[in-house]
């Protein structure tokens, strides 16, 4: 069992950046892929980033690719997501969830068993 707590969320002006971090309780975090996803109201939720649980490999969406990083601190239980460049087109509630073990398939919501509670992201023009 993992819970997740994200925090960091806010309201930016476009070009403006945020950092969201998610810290994961239990100590086997190392083991988990580690994945951020958005939703916007109206909209279904979307893949963002994921990290393998080594933090070895890397996959992002094709919309924030070059913009966001995602990283993780096993010592720490924690994932980030680095966001720069921000357009209003990224507002959203922005969730972190975990895999257990290495996944095919980093981008499908369906691979993850825990999720956190979500945090805001709100970007002006």
């Known amino acids: 069992q993992v819970q997740l707590v994200e925090s960091g969320g806010g309201l930016v002006q476009a070009g403006g950046s945020l950092r969201l971090s998610c810290v994961a309780s239990g100590r086997t975090f190392s083991m988990y892929t580690m994945g951020w996803f958005r939703q916007a109201p109206g909209k279904e939720r979307e893949f963002v980033a994921a990290?393998?649980?080594?933090?070895?490999?890397?996959y992002y969406a094709d919309s924030v690719k070059g913009r966001f990083t995602i990283s993780r601190d096993n010592a720490k239980n924690t994932v980030y997501l680095q966001m720069n460049s921000l357009k209003p087109e990224d507002t959203a509630v922005y969730y972190c969830?975990?895999?257990?073990?290495?996944?095919?398939?980093?981008?499908?919501?369906?691979?993850?068993?825990?999720w956190g509670q979500g945090t805001q992201v709100t970007v002006s023009s």
């Open positions: 969830a975990a895999a257990w073990g290495s996944i095919a398939t980093m981008s499908s919501p369906l691979k993850y068993a825990y």
């Open positions: 990290i393998s649980w080594r933090g070895a490999i890397t």
